[in-house]
Structure formats: C-alpha cells, structure tokens
C-alpha cells in the first residue's frame, strides 16, 4: 500500500518564517492533478468558479452543490496538495448548524481536508463551532468578495485608520477563533506585513504585499485564460488564451482544407477485409 503523502494542516503551518507557502485555485480534476504534479502547497476549490466555469456576474449564486461537484473533481486530481473549499454565500450565514452540515458535507462528501470562510469578528462564532466540530477552517479577511457590496465594491481594505484598525482586529479574532492560516486579500502590504509578524498561524496574501506567510492567485488569471479585467495584484506568467484561439483556429483551418485527420491519425482495414469487402 502507498504511503499516505498529502500534506496536513500542521505541514502547512510549520511552513510560517520557514518556506513561503503556495497556493492556487482550481476547479477540474485535469488542473487539480497538473498543481499537484508541479508541486503546489495548497488548492483552494474557489467560489470565483462562479464567474470563471459556470458565467455568473459574481460569487453569490453560486451553491453548495455546484461547490461540491467542483470539490469532488479536485480531489480526484490531487493527491499531494492541501486541499481547501470555498464556502459559498449562505452556506454558513444562517445558523451554526448548516454552517458545520455544509462545512462537514466538502470533507465527508467532496473530499477536501479543510473549509475556507469570509468574514473577520463577525464569524468568529461560526469559525469555533466548525472548528469543535473537527473541521479545519481558513479565515478570510480585507477584501471579502461576497461581502464587497457592503465594502463599497472591490476595493483595498485597511488603507485608512478605521480600516486599518479593523483589519488588525479581524486578523487576530479569526486567530483566536481556531484559524489554521487566513488569506488577507487587498490589504496594504504595510499593514499585512504587521498582521504575519503578530500572528502564530499563516498568512496567505492575494495583493497583501511580499510579507505574507504565503501567496495565492486565481488560476485563470496566472495563466492568462481570463480576459475580463485583471487586478494589480495579478502576474500573468502565460497567455494560454492567446494559444488556445490559436490551436482552435489551427484546427479549423485544417479540417476545412482537409488536412486534418492525415494518415497518422487514421485506422486501417486489413487487406483480407478490404478484399472481402471490395475495397
């Protein structure tokens, strides 16, 4: 029997002053296997498959069940990687006890080893009980996307004195609440840098500056598959958009000129079958 190599909770945290830790999301079992062969840290099942597989405006509709199949491909395809579920909105807002179902149904049923939540003080409550219950949970706090109509849209947190106060103290509640690691997204690395330093559990950063614990992009977006709009936090190491219209062009235009399927592509009767059949 193979030994049982995927990486844990406390792997991933022994990582903090040691080794940066990395993160990527995914949500297809092809990507999942292609993160874990390259030797990614951590996969973050990511509610943005709202927007980037499934065409909505925004995170918000998308449901537990669409999650759960995206959770399920993913842990198919890695078999090494810390994997972590987005828990979509109103998957844990409306009681403590759908929020520990739904947070039990991605490890029980998709397959996942821990469950990540948006929110700082406010969630506290929530974070502990799913934490009781035995579930490893990853805060979130800065720029929360399900809640970025209440932030004022998509927009950098903590960058005045009140929201800057906030951000420390959001950081420090989810620590306290059982956090494993939390992501601080759209936070001015100043003040990022100040929260990795004062907290024992990892920092992950999505546009918190070069001091987080740990990084984290959205994989459409490193790769160039994405073409909306892109953040100044993003670095685009690929531009598989541009190829991928290419190699479907390619095909087009073979197909059409007959090139395609050639003689190496194409299977062949046998000659007492062709003359059988009088071919």
Same mark, same amino acid.
């Not at 890695?78 to 149904?105: C, H, W």
């Not at 987080?212 to 490193?222: A, E, F, N, S």
């Given at each position: 029997?193979?030994?049982?190599?995927?990486?844990?909770? =406390?792997?991933?945290?022994?990582?903090?002053?040691?080794?940066?830790?990395?993160?990527?999301? &995914?949500?297809?079992?092809?990507?999942?296997?292609?993160?874990? @062969? *390259?030797?990614?840290?951590?996969?973050?099942?990511?509610?943005?498959?709202?927007?980037?597989?499934?065409?909505?405006?925004?995170?918000?509709? #998308?449901?537990?069940? @669409?999650? $759960?199949?995206? +959770?399920? *491909?993913?842990?198919?395809?890695?078999?090494? +990687? $810390? #994997?972590?579920?987005?828990?979509?909105?109103?998957?844990?807002?409306?009681?403590?006890?759908?929020?520990?179902?739904? +947070?039990?149904? %991605? $490890?029980?049923?998709?397959?996942?080893?821990?469950?990540?939540?948006?929110?700082?003080?406010?969630?506290?409550?929530?974070?502990?009980?799913?934490?009781?219950?035995?579930?490893?949970?990853?805060?979130?706090?800065?720029?929360?996307?399900?809640?970025?109509?209440?932030?004022?849209?998509?927009?950098?947190?903590?960058?005045?004195?009140?929201? &800057?106060?906030?951000?420390?103290?959001? +950081?420090?509640?989810?620590?306290?609440?059982?956090?494993?690691?939390?992501?601080?997204?759209?936070?001015?690395? @100043?003040?990022? &840098?100040?929260?990795?330093?004062?907290?024992?559990? =990892?920092?992950?950063?999505?546009?918190?500056? =070069?001091?987080?614990?740990?990084? /984290?992009?959205?994989?459409?977006?490193?790769?160039?598959?994405?073409?909306?709009?892109? =953040?100044? %936090?993003?670095?685009?190491? &690929?531009?598989?958009?541009?190829?991928?219209?290419?190699? #479907?062009?390619? %095909?087009?235009?073979?197909?059409?000129?007959? /090139?395609?399927?050639? @003689?190496?592509?194409?299977?062949?009767?046998?000659?007492?079958?062709?003359?059988?059949?009088?071919?």
């Amino acid at each position: 029997m193979a030994a049982y190599s995927r990486l844990t909770i =406390p792997d991933i945290q022994v990582k903090k002053g040691r080794e940066k830790i990395t993160a990527l999301t &995914a949500y297809d079992v092809l990507w999942a296997r292609l993160l874990d @062969e *390259a030797g990614i840290d951590l996969i973050l099942v990511g509610d943005s498959a709202a927007m980037l597989v499934l065409g909505y405006e925004d995170t918000i509709p #998308i449901t537990m069940e @669409e999650m $759960l199949v995206f +959770a399920k *491909a993913v842990s198919r395809g890695a078999k090494r +990687a $810390l #994997i972590v579920a987005d828990m979509p909105f109103l998957s844990y807002q409306t009681s403590i006890e759908e929020a520990i179902r739904n +947070a039990g149904r %991605f $490890l029980k049923e998709g397959g996942c080893q821990a469950v990540k939540i948006e929110g700082g003080k406010e969630v506290c409550d929530i974070i502990k009980a799913i934490v009781r219950a035995g579930i490893p949970v990853m805060a979130h706090i800065g720029l929360t996307p399900q809640r970025a109509s209440s932030l004022g849209g998509f927009k950098v947190q903590g960058r005045d004195i009140t929201s &800057a106060r906030k951000v420390l103290a959001d +950081a420090q509640a989810v620590a306290e609440a059982g956090a494993f690691a939390v992501v601080l997204e759209c936070v001015p690395k @100043e003040l990022a &840098a100040r929260i990795t330093s004062t907290l024992s559990i =990892p920092t992950i950063g999505i546009g918190a500056g =070069p001091s987080c614990d740990g990084q /984290i992009l959205v994989l459409p977006d490193l790769l160039g598959l994405f073409e909306g709009f892109r =953040p100044r %936090f993003v670095k685009r190491y &690929a531009n598989f958009a541009e190829e991928g219209r290419k190699a #479907i062009q390619k %095909f087009i235009s073979e197909v059409k000129e007959g /090139i395609f399927p050639g @003689e190496e592509h194409s299977f062949n009767l046998s000659e007492e079958i062709r003359k059988a059949l009088g071919l």
